[in-house]
């Protein structure tokens, strides 16, 4: 059932955790109000190469963490980009809002970020296999274990819709310890809408995970960016780094 299942939420738990972080009061509403904030963020800063957002509730506060490749377009000049946006969401909310951004040192190997990049392209008019072959080769590039992607819809103007896979390493969707990164993107040309999957395999994880939603990145914070200890903490660096913190 690997193949047929989103890799991520299959693996929460195990090696990934949760994106939204709160407890108690009423349920649905709260499901609904992290649906309507990620959908405003994402159409917001669809310029900022954002990877994945982490909403945490408190009785009166509700805290926002953006994680982006970008995050000088949201901080903006002196950070005003950042008050205009919290003014922004205070108002979809009604709420106190906080906002942390934290930068994705590997964006490569981010498959938010990558399957963005291809569905940009594409409605750039460049050639699909051109945007998803580079694509492979950055990731392999940067150390990925494998990367596998998806694109679905009428391929070059085609007629009839297709669908064509790409794929390089490997991507072992029914190893439920194997860091697998997914997501789904859509590119809207003038012949209808393409979707494009992409698989990212950031090798094994040996041990307890810390499935904390921002794990990592307060300890990468503290080091003062220091590269290295990032590595090690950020759960989408990668097999090695994970292992090295376990043991």
């Not at 059932?1 to 009061?25: A, C, L």
């Not at 509403?29 to 994945?52: C, G, P, Q």
């Not at 938010?112 to 080769?137: L, N, T």
Request: proline share 2%; glycine share 12%; charged share 30%.
């Amino acid at each position: 059932m690997g193949q047929k299942t989103n890799p991520i939420s299959n693996r929460i738990g195990i090696t990934r955790g949760w994106d939204s972080n709160w407890v108690g009061g009423n349920y649905a509403e709260k499901i609904a109000e992290d649906f309507e904030i990620r959908k405003y963020l994402s159409s917001r800063l669809a310029k900022a190469s954002l990877s994945k957002i982490v909403i945490e509730r408190t009785l009166k506060l509700i805290t926002v963490t953006i994680h982006a490749a970008r995050p000088g377009v949201i901080i903006g000049k002196g950070g005003q980009a950042v008050d205009l946006l919290k003014e922004e969401l205070k108002k979809v909310t009604k709420k106190d809002v906080q906002i942390n951004i934290y930068e994705v040192k590997k964006p490569e190997v981010d498959a938010h970020i990558v399957a963005d990049s291809i569905a940009r392209q594409i409605e750039g008019r460049v050639s699909y296999r051109r945007a998803i072959k580079m694509a492979v080769a950055t990731t392999m590039r940067v150390g990925a274990e494998g990367i596998k992607v998806q694109i679905s819809g009428r391929l070059g103007g085609a007629e009839m819709a297709r669908s064509e896979m790409f794929k390089e390493g490997r991507t072992p969707l029914h190893t439920f310890r194997a860091d697998i990164d997914y997501a789904l993107a859509e590119a809207h040309t003038k012949v209808g809408v393409l979707g494009i999957k992409v698989w990212i395999c950031n090798g094994e994880v040996y041990g307890k995970k810390d499935l904390s939603p921002n794990a990592g990145v307060a300890a990468q914070a503290q080091q003062g960016g220091n590269n290295r200890g990032g590595r090690n903490n950020d759960r989408r660096r990668g097999g090695r780094g994970g292992r090295r913190e376990n043991k």
